[in-house]
C-alpha cells in the first residue's frame, strides 16, 4: 500500500463523503449536515458543533487508514456514467423511502395516540413534521422520477446542450426542496432530543425513533450523492459542452 493521503480540517464536507463514504457516518454521528452543508469545510461545521477538530480528524483518518488497508472496493461516482449513478439512487433511496416512510407515518401516529397524554408537546411537533417531510419528498420523488431522471438519462445518449440545459433548469429546485426537507429533518431530531426515548418508552416508541434515525441516515447520503456529485457534475458538463458544442 502506497503513500494515503490524509484528509485536513480545509477539505469540504462533500468531497470528503465523495471520496470516503464511510464518512457520512462518522459526521452523522457528531450530526454534521454534509448533503445540503456539503460545501463548507470541516472546520467550519466542527466549529458550529463546539467539536475538537484534533481528536475529529484523528478518528476519520483512521477510519480511513483502515479502509484503505483493507482495499475496499467501492464505485467512483465522480466517474461512473450518470445512468448508473442516477439508478443507485432509485434503488438504494427512492425505494427505501416510498417502503418506509407510509411504515414510519403509521408507527408516528400509532406513538401520539397511545403516549400523547405524557408527552405530547414532543410527538405532535414529531408527528406534523414527519408527515410534512412525507408530503414534501413524495412529491419531490415523482419530480425527479417523472421529469429529471428520464431526462438525464436523455442527455446520456444524445449528448446535446438542450438535452442538458433542461436537467439543470431543475437542479436549483430540487436543491431548495433538498434543504427544506433537511430542516425538517432537523427540527424532528432537535424536539426529541437526538431521538432520546423517555423512560417509559414501549417497544414501539422505540421502533419509530430507531426509523427515524434510519430514514434521516438514508435522506442524508441521498442528497449527498444528488447534490454534491449528480449535481455539480451536470453544471460542469454543461460549462464544458458551452465552451465546446458539439
Not at 403509521?106 to 405530547?120: C, D, M, N, Q, Y
Not at 424536539?191 to 434521516?216: G, R
Request: include cysteine; hydrophobic fraction near 40%; glycine fraction near 4%.
Amino acid at each position: 500500500m502506497g503513500c494515503i493521503e490524509l484528509f485536513n480540517v480545509g477539505d469540504t464536507l462533500g468531497d470528503v463523503v465523495t471520496k470516503f463514504p464511510n464518512a457520512a457516518t462518522i459526521f452523522s454521528q457528531s450530526q454534521i449536515d454534509f448533503c445540503c452543508g456539503g460545501a463548507r469545510s470541516i472546520q467550519q461545521a466542527l466549529d458550529e458543533k463546539n467539536l475538537d477538530a484534533s481528536g475529529f480528524m484523528l478518528a476519520l483518518n483512521a477510519a480511513w487508514i483502515e479502509q484503505q488497508s483493507q482495499d475496499s472496493v467501492f464505485i467512483n461516482w465522480q466517474e461512473a456514467p450518470l445512468t448508473k449513478l442516477v439508478d443507485h439512487i432509485l434503488q438504494a433511496h427512492h425505494a427505501y423511502l416510498q417502503q418506509n416512510m407510509p411504515k414510519i407515518g403509521e408507527l408516528s401516529t400509532k406513538i401520539l395516540r397511545v403516549h400523547g397524554e405524557h408527552h405530547g408537546q414532543v410527538l405532535s411537533i414529531l408527528h406534523r413534521q414527519f408527515h410534512l417531510f412525507k408530503m414534501a419528498m413524495e412529491e419531490h420523488l415523482i419530480k425527479e422520477e417523472t421529469q429529471v431522471f428520464p431526462r438525464i438519462k436523455a442527455y446520456e445518449e444524445t449528448q446535446t446542450v438542450a438535452d442538458l440545459r433542461a436537467v439543470n433548469q431543475a437542479i436549483t429546485t430540487l436543491e431548495q426542496e433538498h434543504e427544506e426537507a433537511g430542516q425538517l429533518l432537523r427540527t424532528m431530531r432537535e424536539i426529541t432530543s437526538d431521538y432520546e426515548l423517555p423512560s417509559d418508552a414501549c417497544k414501539t416508541y422505540a421502533l419509530t425513533f430507531q426509523l427515524m434515525k434510519e430514514m434521516e441516515d438514508n435522506t442524508f447520503v441521498h442528497v449527498h450523492l444528488e447534490n454534491n456529485i449528480l449535481f455539480r457534475r451536470l453544471r460542469q458538463l454543461e460549462v464544458e459542452l458551452q465552451a465546446d458544442p458539439r
